[in-house]
């Protein structure tokens, strides 16, 4: 059947004459031409599928038996993908992109932890950061994922609708308090805090926890922001049914759109336990849904604020071009544009050079606790069709821009 919605996407990339994506001077102006060619000398070695899956057992081999890779990580992987070790490690990257109009949000990227002490740090983190966040211009965003601050086992145990025991609920009434301690603090620091989404059989309950805070935090405007993976075919009637809660119970909606980072672990998940998968049926499903969702969003804007959380050109476009079209402002402070630090910088670099608002996310933390992130983005640039191609083609053509 042919999809009306669409059509009017294709009719709108059509009339969008003006490519500004293609300035690669622009794109890269904060890198050298040493950078440049270790940025493209790396693109060039993750897309090489066999070598990022070798690569990544070898890797995971040799921390777990302290042999010293850390320093290869570093000057590799690592410094593309990561502002450092610790925040005063980024702040360097956080001003010169601010510079070029570019906001930051300092995202602690440690994962995997599984106690108490851990998740405290992390909200610990994210507290400093929020202060931080206040006194600089250049940091307007927070950032914290659901399972940095309490054990994956109970929000899926929660979202499958089971009863914790007394011990796992008061468990879970720390992490009810690590969520209110952060909002809160965002709140009264007017900064915005975005929550991330992570694999569909904990998001449930942290999407009820998210939402709670929403109608606690965002009575004055969007604050607090949970993130939608539209590559989930459920996630359109959500972002409808949410947007009518919000309305009757009187508080604004914030929502960071990604189409969704989980997408193999979800689908051998469904297959192996015998269930639909969340995931839509292809590529053009979930970017027609993650398109269906901004036009939604931005149709709304008078009770909902958007981040567009993406690294395709695309839908960045049909951001801009839906924005033209009903006069919002560039820098209107409820449409924010977001990339990965080390990807997509012909979008973030153009886009701010054009006035719209554009952060993009520094991961930092202990070389071996971000682990799990840098292999995430190996992996996106290594089997997502299309994205390292991209990152390749504008760097070869930046180089080749400069030689001339
Ligand atoms: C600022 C920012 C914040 C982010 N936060 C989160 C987060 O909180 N949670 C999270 O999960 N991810 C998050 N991500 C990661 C994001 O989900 C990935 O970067 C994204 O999946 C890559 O997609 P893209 O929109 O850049 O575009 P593209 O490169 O065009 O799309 C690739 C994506 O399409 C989807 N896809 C690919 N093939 C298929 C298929 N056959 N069927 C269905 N779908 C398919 C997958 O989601 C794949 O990753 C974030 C990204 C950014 C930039």
Not at 214 to 231: C, S
Not at 325 to 354: C, E, P
Request: charged share 25%; proline share 3%.
């Amino acid at each position: 059947m042919i999809d009306i919605n669409y059509i009017c996407f294709i009719f709108f990339l059509i009339m969008n004459k003006e490519k500004i994506f293609e300035n690669t001077e622009i794109a890269f102006s904060l890198k050298n031409d040493a950078q440049l060619e270790r940025a493209y000398f790396l693109f060039k070695m993750i897309s090489n599928e066999p070598l990022v899956r070798i690569g990544t057992a070898a890797t995971n081999f040799a921390l777990k038996a302290n042999l010293p890779i850390e320093g290869l990580i570093r000057s590799t992987v690592f410094d593309h993908f990561c502002g450092g070790v610790n925040e005063e490690d980024c702040l360097p990257v956080i001003e010169s992109m601010y510079v070029k109009g570019v906001s930051s949000v300092l995202d602690y990227s440690v994962e995997g932890k599984e106690n108490e002490a851990e998740f405290d740090s992390a909200m610990q983190k994210v507290l400093k950061i929020i202060d931080f966040a206040h006194e600089k211009e250049s940091m307007p965003i927070a950032v914290f994922k659901p399972t940095g601050f309490g054990r994956f086992h109970l929000y899926e145990k929660l979202g499958e609708g089971k009863t914790l025991d007394p011990e796992e609920q008061e468990e879970w009434n720390r992490v009810v308090a690590r969520f209110d301690k952060v909002c809160k603090l965002a709140y009264e620091k007017d900064v915005i805090v975005l929550i991330d989404a992570e694999e569909s059989w904990m998001q449930g309950a942290a999407d009820d926890l998210v939402s709670q805070m929403m109608q606690t935090y965002n009575n004055e405007k969007p604050i607090v922001y949970n993130t939608l993976q539209m590559y989930r075919h459920d996630r359109m009637d959500y972002l409808k049914e949410q947007t009518e809660s919000a309305r009757a119970n009187n508080y604004f909606l914030g929502f960071k759109l990604v189409r969704g980072a989980y997408m193999e672990k979800e689908n051998e998940r469904a297959e192996s336990k015998g269930y639909i998968s969340p995931i839509c049926i292809s590529k053009q499903a979930t970017d027609d849904n993650f398109n269906h969702a901004v036009e939604y969003m931005l149709e709304n804007l008078e009770s909902m604020s958007l981040f567009s959380g993406t690294h395709n050109e695309a839908s960045s476009y049909l951001v801009m071009d839906i924005m033209k079209t009903k006069n919002i402002a560039h820098n209107d402070n409820r449409v924010w544009f977001g990339q990965l630090y080390g990807m997509s910088d012909h979008i973030s670099f153009n886009l701010a050079y054009h006035g719209y608002n554009v952060a993009k996310y520094i991961p930092f933390g202990p070389v071996k606790d971000v682990m799990p992130y840098l292999i995430r983005r190996a992996e996106e640039n290594t089997s997502v069709a299309g994205q390292t191609g991209r990152e390749l083609k504008l760097l070869k053509t930046e180089k080749k821009r400069r030689k001339s």
